[in-house]
């Protein structure tokens, strides 16, 4: 070490131990200065930090009790939405089948129909082709008998009485349709 510096430090007085303590008389003033400071602290801002912190927990238990009420109210409300899609959906399948039904309905309807206008046509083909095969026959009848009497009359030579030769090929021609 410098000599110096040993020389000026004997000449102050002592060692460092002074250097840290303070003098007693600002110790026990910075005590009393201590203790005047933690009463009005104690007396005055405790209560008022106490209250504070209490109010704070209320205000987060009210917090906590709100999400728990509105945890409570969504699971309500999915529950209720939840049925809600039950039952719509199963109306839903009550719809589909109830359009089912009402297709196959009106399907069968429909086919009922179709086979009651074909029967009803092929019943008036059959009489149109009755009627057409009654007048053709007729019209035949009428023919086949003219030509009779006009080939008689070149065969025998003279006029026959027409009425009366066109009754008996009438009937000849009904014993005829009879056998």
């Known amino acids: 070490m410098n000599p110096w510096y040993l020389a000026a430090e004997?000449?102050?007085?002592?060692?460092?131990?002074d250097l840290l303590l303070p003098p007693v008389a600002e110790l026990i003033g910075g005590i009393?200065?201590?203790?005047?400071?933690f009463f009005f602290i104690w007396r005055f801002a405790g209560p008022a930090i106490n209250r504070m912190l209490e109010a704070r927990q209320q205000a987060i238990a009210g917090q906590l009790a709100e999400a728990e009420k509105a945890k409570n109210e969504a699971e309500t409300l999915l529950a209720d939405y939840r049925?809600?899609?039950?039952e719509a959906r199963e109306e839903a399948n009550?719809?589909?089948q109830e359009?089912?039904?009402?297709?196959?309905?009106m399907k069968n309807e429909i086919i009922a129909k179709a086979e009651e206008q074909a029967a009803e046509i092929v019943a008036k083909a059959r009489?149109?082709?009755?009627?057409?095969?009654?007048r053709a026959l007729a019209e035949a009848r009428r023919d086949v008998a003219n030509l009779s009497i006009d080939l008689a009359e070149r065969v025998v030579g003279q006029s026959l009485d027409r009425e009366a030769q066109l009754g008996l090929v009438e009937q000849y021609i009904a014993e005829l349709e009879s056998k």
Request: aromatic content about 2%.
């Open 83 to 86: 049925a809600q899609l039950a």
């Open 127 to 134: 009489e149109e082709a009755q009627a057409e095969r009654t």
């Open 94 to 96: 009550q719809i589909i």
């Open 10 to 17: 004997e000449a102050e007085g002592g060692g460092g131990l």
């Open 99 to 105: 359009a089912r039904t009402q297709a196959e309905a």
């Open 32 to 37: 009393i200065a201590f203790a005047i400071v």
